[in-house]
């Protein structure tokens, strides 16, 4: 393995504050956006996320209000997601200071928006956010948070969204979503293999095995995290000391 992998740290945002829960529900309140950015880019993440998980129009103008507030103080790059419903709205996130716009349930009601994104603004700039559920011997896209089944195929939509203009694919499993007990490793080595870009995994780092699963077993470009930071379970130190024992090229934490 010749590329540095990723650590990325998720930040779902409610209301203007950081909230985290287990299967997309129970949320609890975690602390204040712009400062969990900040700390979490000093211990040495590599990429943050934003979801806006309510994603009204009033919440979406809060978390651009918050990106653009976040995107002065932070050096690493910033991903929005959530609320984003077309092309302007892509142009409006990366002009609060978003380096990449991930969008979900607007590319399965119209999967032109990933072409119409890549073309004005890149290719790099457009995420296909993929919530999936196993079913049978597959998984299912969910959309809205997870709370809307649709008719695709999670691995067949993932060629889809490539194929339209997105440049990277955000992957959670539903199924593992704040459980802690691993990464869906199938499901994101199907993902991976059926696609020529860059793959997150997402939905269960319980610990570091966990994270060094999703890059060497589940063959993930980057791995997400989130609720095991929040609560103090781990550290981004740790997280890369563990990587970097399993062999996986990271970016060094700044002492």
Partial sequence: MSLTRRLIVCLDVQ??????????????????????????EREGA???????????????????ELARRTAERLFIPLTIGGGIRTVEDIGLALRAGADKVAVNSAGVRDPSIFTAGAERFGTQCVVASIDAKREGTG????????RTATALDAVA??????????????LTSIDRDGAR???????????VHAVSVPV????G??????????ILAGEADAALVAGI???????????????????????????
């Avoid at 590599?46 to 651009?64: K, N, P, S, W």
């Avoid at 939509?157 to 955000?170: F, K, T, Y």
């Fill in 181 to 191: 007990d691993g990464y869906d490793l199938e499901l994101t080595r199907a993902i």
């Fill in 229 to 255: 930071l929040h609560d103090g379970v781990t550290s981004i130190a740790a997280l890369k000391g563990a990587m970097r024992d399993a062999t996986i090229p990271v970016r060094q934490v700044a002492a």
């Fill in 200 to 203: 997150i995994a997402s939905g």
């Fill in 46 to 64: 590599d990429e943050l996320v934003f979801l806006d998980i309510t994603a009204t129009h009033e919440e979406r103008a809060t978390l651009f």
């Fill in 15 to 40: 209301a203007g504050r950081v909230v985290k829960g287990t299967g997309f529900v129970g949320l609890r309140d975690v602390g204040d956006p712009v400062e969990l950015a900040e700390r979490y």
């Fill in 139 to 146: 998984w299912r896209v969910y959309t809205a948070g997870g």
């Fill in 157 to 170: 939509w993932a060629r889809e969204v490539v194929a339209r203009g997105a440049g990277e694919i955000l």
């Fill in 205 to 214: 780092a319980g610990n570091a095995s966990h994270v060094c699963d999703a």
